[in-house]
């Protein structure tokens, strides 16, 4: 058996965290005013047994979903988890890749905007210091970071590389055939960004010519 086990709470499935060298750097903040509350709500998410333990939850892996960023049943089920799961002892990884919906993280989104401009973040609460985060801002263009998963006691924390299971998923899903590229995106992208990611496509297409069949010509 492992000494890290990592589960999916409440679904099917597998994961495990990339091993690089080092850790990005964070930023890490301190927040008085937190979010929490009683709360009974329950959502999926990914979890670091201790099997020393009896299997106890060390940390959980939540990643956002379009539906907890909009209003309604998703976002309420989003947040009552992360207020439950910031009053115990377990400690919190929030990742958020969307750009789209309001913010839903457990850091106040004024405190983080303070620190850098960002179109993805993720923050990590540690059970030993609520008020204090440990943030990895990125933009579209950056490569995604490496990131520190909180573990138990004085273990040394494990490292998560968030860019290879991204491309994975990437290809295994076949987006690049079924997201339309050519189309403006959702919210719409600066104008420098927006050049800049037609200018990846079009690479990215001419590097795989065998998957993207030429329009048909007409005939004059």
């Known amino acids: ?4 086990w990592l589960q999916r709470s409440r679904v099917n499935g597998s994961g495990g ?3 690089p060298d080092q850790a990005a750097s964070p930023i890490v903040i301190e927040v008085d005013d937190l979010p929490i509350g009683e709360v009974e709500v329950r959502q999926a998410y990914l979890e670091i047994l201790d099997r020393y333990q009896e ?3 060390v940390t959980a892996i939540e990643v956002v979903s379009p539906s907890n960023k909009r209003t309604g049943l998703g976002r309420s089920m989003y947040m009552a988890e992360h207020r439950a799961l910031l009053e115990s002892n377990c400690n919190l ?10 913010h839903v993280l457990a850091v106040p989104e ?7 401009s960002y179109d993805y973040l993720i923050a990590v609460s540690r059970s ?7 943030l990895y801002p990125c933009t579209l263009r950056d490569r995604l970071p490496t990131i520190a998963i909180p573990l138990a006691g004085g273990d040394k924390d494990a ?7 991204m491309e994975r998923t990437y290809d295994d899903g076949s987006y690049m055939l079924r997201i339309k590229y050519d189309e403006p995106c959702i919210p719409p992208l600066s104008a420098e960004d927006q050049a800049w990611a037609s200018e990846q496509w079009a690479k990215y297409k001419a590097a795989h010519p065998e998957w993207f069949r030429s329009e048909p010509q007409q005939a004059e």
């Open 128 to 134: 030993t210091d609520r008020h204090r985060f440990e």
């Open 55 to 57: 299997l106890k939850v």
């Open 93 to 102: 990884v929030e990742i958020d890749l969307l750009r789209e919906g309001r």
């Open 159 to 165: 490292l998560l590389d968030l860019q290879p299971p």
């Open 110 to 116: 004024v405190e983080a905007r303070k620190q850098a």
């Open 17 to 19: 965290a990339g091993s």
């Open 1 to 4: 058996m492992p000494d890290l």
